[in-house]
């Protein structure tokens, strides 16, 4: 019971100090659904039609605590 305790509020913890620092860099964006089947073409068209630069913001979140490292 004290891992998981401790596990969540590391994991609070990291939640808020990344809220804070994505606000610091955030960028006027429009963000579309492309997943499944809609990821290669819409790729493709982004980089097709890209002037100077792209931004790509991918992030996994995970928290186990009963998985060994």
């Known amino acids: 019971m004290i891992k998981i305790k401790r596990y969540l ?3 609070m ?3 808020v100090v990344l809220g ?4 610091a860099f955030c960028y ?3 963000v579309t659904d492309i997943s499944g089947t809609k ?3 819409a790729a493709k068209e982004m980089l097709s039609k890209a002037e100077e630069s792209i ?3 991918m992030s996994i979140i995970e928290l186990s605590p ?3 490292s």
């Open 28 to 30: 006027k964006a429009e």
């Open 9 to 11: 509020a590391i994991f």
């Open 39 to 41: 990821y290669f073409p």
């Open 20 to 23: 804070i620092t994505t606000r």
């Open 66 to 68: 009963y998985k060994e």
């Open 13 to 15: 913890i990291a939640f």
């Open 55 to 57: 931004y790509l913001v």
